[in-house]
């Protein structure tokens, strides 16, 4: 192969010889991002992580006595007996919310370690309800078989993921009174379920009401996210911020939404009949259950974008040194291949400068300065080159509109394929009609097999 036929094959293999580097500039990438992570974590970790909270639950302690026979041997006559004996046991009952409405309010910032900084909020979150009468064990009563005999104690659970967000002492209320509240990991009884606070209950405040209503005032801080576990029957739950980019996830959509400029509002309400939260054991309490919240996110991961840029990363390295092999066809230049491993290892490049600009002054302008550094460098080589500056400055031209389409393709996650597949489609157009009245054959200093098959025709 000769000519610009064998310079078209040099370019494509140029090209795939810049995926190595682009690979390792891939590698940089996942490495940040993982560090970023990391830092993440670990302010999360000294701060206060992603907060999850549920519904109050009542939890009555009482001990059971349990009847069990075995068998005995007797020494000297050898004969069987069966012996019964009596064990103590404690059980608990719980008691879920018949209604709960939840309102809060999320303060968001931003904590900051070196180059990384991760998304964090204060809230002042608000939280009514009512149970259903609560119907104690009585002792002598018969439960599963077992007769009641002590009633130790009545319990508000209020369980809590991250109770290292708790501000200050939770104000609760139980009837309209007071409660002392305490962290749950004091209570011995409960120390298996999830933390959080609890608040002991005198029964007779409680017992043979047809309703008990609570309510309770938490500030609490976290980081990323806020989330709720729906207990009981009716669980709603209101939250609204400053915060523009919320996302919503979880089980459980919010019923209605407004997210503008200036932050979000959101409603949920959960039924009894989506949650299926009754009575139950201590599963009941388990973060594994359904839940549904508000995620704080960055609009602009600059290292999803960068990946997402690197992605493309072969196919911009082989348009622009086609653009150069073009410019070498119509403008009749002589390019060695030194230059296009030049012109490539500076488009390689572009993707190192734009991540670690981005860490500091963001994907946006960090993008900016990359290409105008890259469109800048390439637009002098080509008047170096070609020794005229309005030649270089189209062709400057035409990579800035390619770094430009680029830039929009990566900001248009959604339309990406389609609008991918239109720059291919209008840059393969133009150049078939730029080349359009090219003489190949000429170019190449080959034969025109045509001519000598109608030549050999006319002289049979």
């Not at 806020?226 to 939250?239: A, K, N, Q, T």
């Not at 459980?252 to 949650?275: D, Q």
């Not at 500076?346 to 500091?360: M, Q, V, W």
Request: aromatic share 12%; with cysteine.
């Amino acid at each position: 192969m000769k000519g610009y036929l064998g310079k078209f094959f040099v370019i494509t293999v140029l090209s795939l010889l810049c995926l190595i580097p682009l690979s390792m500039v891939e590698g940089v990438i996942y490495e940040r991002d993982q560090l970023h992570r990391e830092v993440g974590h670990k302010i999360a970790s000294q701060y206060a992580g992603y907060q999850r909270l549920t519904a109050p639950v009542l939890v009555a302690n009482y001990t059971v006595e349990e009847v069990s026979s075995r068998v005995v041997i007797d020494e000297l006559t050898k004969e069987q007996k069966k012996e019964e004996f009596k064990t103590e046991k404690r059980e608990h009952l719980f008691f879920v919310p018949k209604s709960t409405r939840v309102k809060g309010v999320l303060r968001p910032n931003e904590l900051q370690r070196g180059i990384f900084s991760i998304p964090v909020y204060t809230s002042k979150i608000q939280i009514n309800g009512t149970f259903s009468e609560i119907k104690l064990p009585q002792v002598g009563q018969v439960v599963d078989g077992r007769p009641v005999i002590a009633v130790s104690s009545l319990t508000l659970l209020m369980p809590l993921k991250e109770p290292r967000g708790i501000s200050t002492p939770p104000l609760l209320q139980l009837n309209e009174r007071a409660m002392d509240v305490r962290p749950s990991h004091e209570n011995s009884l409960i120390k298996q379920w999830p933390t959080g606070f609890s608040a002991s209950v005198d029964p007779r405040t409680v017992e043979g009401l047809a309703s008990v209503s609570f309510s309770m005032t938490l500030d609490l801080h976290g980081s990323h996210d806020l989330s709720f576990i729906p207990l009981g029957g009716e669980y709603s739950v209101d939250l609204q911020s400053i915060w523009p980019h919320p996302r919503f996830d979880g089980e459980y959509l919010p019923a209605t939404r407004e997210v503008t400029r200036t932050g979000f509002k959101a409603h949920w309400s959960v039924t009894e009949f989506a949650n299926s939260a009754g009575l139950g054991g201590k599963e009941l309490l388990s973060w594994d259950r359904p839940a549904f919240g508000v995620e704080l996110i960055d609009p602009v991961d600059i290292y999803t974008q960068s990946e997402r840029a690197v992605k493309y990363g072969f196919l911009f390295i082989l348009l622009t040194l086609e653009f150069f092999l073009l410019f070498e066809v119509l403008r009749g230049m002589r390019i060695h291949v030194a230059q296009y491993l030049f012109v490539g290892a500076a488009l390689t490049i572009f993707y190192l400068l734009l991540i670690s600009l981005a860490e500091h002054i963001g994907f946006g302008f960090a993008y900016l300065a990359a290409s105008v550094a890259c469109v800048s460098v390439l637009t002098v080589y080509v008047r170096s080159m070609v020794g005229k500056m309005k030649v270089a400055i189209g062709f400057g031209c035409a990579i800035s509109v390619l770094y430009g389409a680029l830039y929009f393709i990566l900001l248009s996650e959604q339309y990406a394929l389609v609008l991918g597949s239109g720059l291919l489609f209008t840059i393969l157009a133009a150049t078939m009609f730029l080349t359009r009245n090219v003489d190949w054959y000429e170019l190449e200093g080959s034969v025109d097999y045509t001519k000598m098959f109608r030549k050999k025709k006319k002289v049979e």
